[in-house]
C-alpha cells in the first residue's frame, strides 16, 4: 500500500481558485486512475491513464484536468474549483493485464468553500 | 458501459451472524469482479475477487459467488465480528474498456456485539 501515495491528505480552497492534487505510484504500474467519493454515489471515476502521454474522461470528468508526463505520477487539478468538487479524492493504480488488481492511495479530503 | 448496482445500501447484523451482498452488472464482457472493503476514513482494500471463470470462491469467512448467466455476484461473510463493520464496494470489469473498474455505491455493513 505505500507504493501509492496521495498529497495533500486534507485541502480547504475557496471558489474559483485552481486546485491540484499530487499522486504518485512507485510500481512501475500502466494504469492509473482517479476517482471521487460521495455519500450516495459511491466511487466515480473522474479521469484515467493507460500509459505516460494517455489520457482519457470517466463518468465524471467535467471541471478537472489531467497529465502524465512520468508513469508514476498523475496529478488531477480543479482549474476554477466549485462546492460541488467537495469531496474525497482517489488515486488508484494498477497493472496492465486483465484483472490486475487495483491500489489505492489513502486519499485527499477536498472542501471548496 | 457497464452498470454495476448494489444492495442493500445499508445492512445491521448480529455478531455471529451471515452477511449477504448482492451486485448485479449489465455488460456480458465484464469478466473480473472484486470486492473492496473500506474502513471509516481508509483507503479501499481489496479482500476477495473472482473470474469469469468460476462460479465460486472462499476465503476463510468471507466467499463470493457469480452467476454469469443472470449477470450477478454476491459477497457472502459468515460468523460475522464487529471488525468486519465497514463499507463493501462490488465492482465488475469488461475486457474492453482499458482495465476500467465499475463500482457499485456501496454496502454500510455494520455488525452489533
Known amino acids: 500500500d505505500a507504493g501509492i501515495t496521495q498529497s495533500p491528505r486534507y485541502k480547504i480552497t475557496e471558489t474559483g481558485r485552481q486546485v491540484t492534487l499530487m499522486c504518485h505510484q512507485t510500481?512501475?504500474?500502466?494504469?492509473m486512475f482517479w476517482y471521487r467519493q460521495d455519500l450516495g454515489h459511491g466511487l466515480r471515476l473522474i479521469y484515467y491513464?493507460?500509459?505516460?502521454?494517455?489520457?482519457d474522461k470517466g463518468e465524471v470528468p467535467d471541471g478537472y484536468v489531467v497529465s502524465r508526463s512520468k508513469t508514476e505520477n498523475f496529478p488531477l487539478t480543479l482549474e476554477s474549483a466549485t462546492r460541488s468538487q467537495t469531496s474525497v479524492y482517489f488515486c488508484?493504480?494498477?497493472?496492465?493485464?486483465?484483472?490486475?488488481?487495483?491500489?489505492f492511495g489513502s486519499g485527499t479530503q477536498l472542501s471548496v468553500l | 458501459g457497464e452498470n454495476v448496482e448494489q444492495h442493500p445500501s445499508t445492512l445491521s447484523v448480529q455478531e455471529g451472524d451471515s452477511a449477504v451482498i448482492k451486485c448485479t452488472y449489465s455488460?456480458?464482457?465484464?469478466?473480473?469482479f472484486p470486492w473492496y472493503k473500506q474502513e471509516l476514513g481508509k483507503r479501499p482494500q481489496l479482500i476477495i475477487d473472482?473470474?469469469?471463470?468460476?462460479g465460486e470462491k472462499k476465503d476463510q469467512r468471507i466467499a463470493v459467488t457469480l452467476n454469469k448467466t443472470a449477470k450477478h455476484f454476491s459477497l457472502h461473510i459468515t460468523e460475522t465480528q464487529p471488525e468486519d463493520s465497514a463499507v463493501y464496494f462490488c465492482a465488475a470489469i469488461p475486457t474492453n474498456t482499458g482495465n476500467q473498474f465499475y463500482f457499485g455505491t456501496g454496502t454500510s455493513l455494520t455488525v452489533i456485539p
Open positions: 473472482i473470474r469469469s471463470n468460476v
Open positions: 510500481w512501475s504500474h500502466s494504469y
Open positions: 488508484a493504480s494498477s497493472g496492465t493485464g486483465l484483472g490486475e488488481k487495483l491500489f
Open positions: 491513464s493507460a500509459a505516460a502521454d494517455i489520457t
Open positions: 455488460d456480458s464482457a465484464s469478466n473480473y
